[in-house]
């Protein structure tokens, strides 16, 4: 994990995260294009939906501090769009109850 080489030419680097050593699983993996986004879960680690839920909350906190932090949007407003891009994205997917009464 430390020390190789990036698994992708834009990953994440993990500098300053030297904690994360072999008792740390990966659970997913985020890329996104001008043209589409594409996401990959190991629901195999992380076997309960509920605990994969609450990990995406702590994403989102984690990511509006991240964009707080840049300078350009306060967390509480970074945290604002990141729900209503949740919102969005639930909304245009629909819930799992409305998918089943389409079959």
């Not at 350009?72 to 409305?98: T, V, Y």
């Amino acid at each position: 994990m430390f020390g190789r080489r990036p698994e992708h030419p834009h990953s994440i680097p993990l500098a300053g995260h030297e904690g994360l050593g072999e008792q740390y699983r990966e659970i997913a993996r985020f890329w996104v294009s001008a043209d589409r986004s594409f996401v990959l879960v190991a629901p195999d680690v992380v076997p309960s939906p509920a605990l994969l839920g609450s990990l995406l909350v702590e994403c989102l906190h984690t990511a509006a501090a991240g964009y707080a932090a840049a300078g350009n949007i306060s967390e509480e407003a970074a945290l604002s769009e990141l729900w209503k891009g949740f919102d969005e994205e639930r909304s245009r997917l629909g819930s799992p109850h409305q998918l089943g009464e389409a079959s």
